[in-house]
């Protein structure tokens, strides 16, 4: 396993989590990362994405000025700060590793995906 993500669960909507992305194995310090969600009988998307050096950063409309995407290049970490969540958050969530150094919005780009955490808010 070269991804790990924690911090999934289940909470009210209004509420936060933060979700924790460890990579082993080897470092992703040159790596653009990415958060992204798949919810039942949907298709993968992209929430969050970061280039490697934290200069540029994206954010899905449906997320705007609720999540924060964040990396640590030295712990080999990003994280997904979510706030105020709502009941359409409610999916598995994937970190991933893009093949470039900037950030893609696209799931092709991405060579190493973590195993999901599932994130379920209640109304």
């Known amino acids: 396993v070269q991804l790990q993500a924690s911090g999934g669960g289940s909470v009210q909507a209004g509420g936060s989590l933060r979700l924790s992305c460890a990579a082993s194995r080897r470092t992703f310090s040159n790596n653009g990362l990415g958060w992204f969600r798949q919810a039942p009988g949907k298709e993968r998307d992209i929430v969050a994405a970061?280039?490697?050096?934290?200069?540029?950063?994206y954010y899905a409309d449906s997320v705007k000025g609720r999540f924060t995407i964040s990396r640590d290049n030295a712990a080999s970490r990003v994280y997904l700060q979510m706030n105020n969540l709502k009941p359409e958050d409610t999916a598995v969530y994937y970190c991933?590793?893009?093949?470039?150094?900037?950030?893609?919005?696209?799931?092709?780009?991405?060579?190493?995906w973590g195993q999901g955490t599932l994130v379920t808010v209640s109304s």
């Open positions: 991933a590793a893009s093949r470039y150094a900037t950030y893609s919005m696209s799931a092709r780009d991405y060579r190493y």
């Open positions: 970061v280039s490697w050096n934290a200069d540029s950063l």
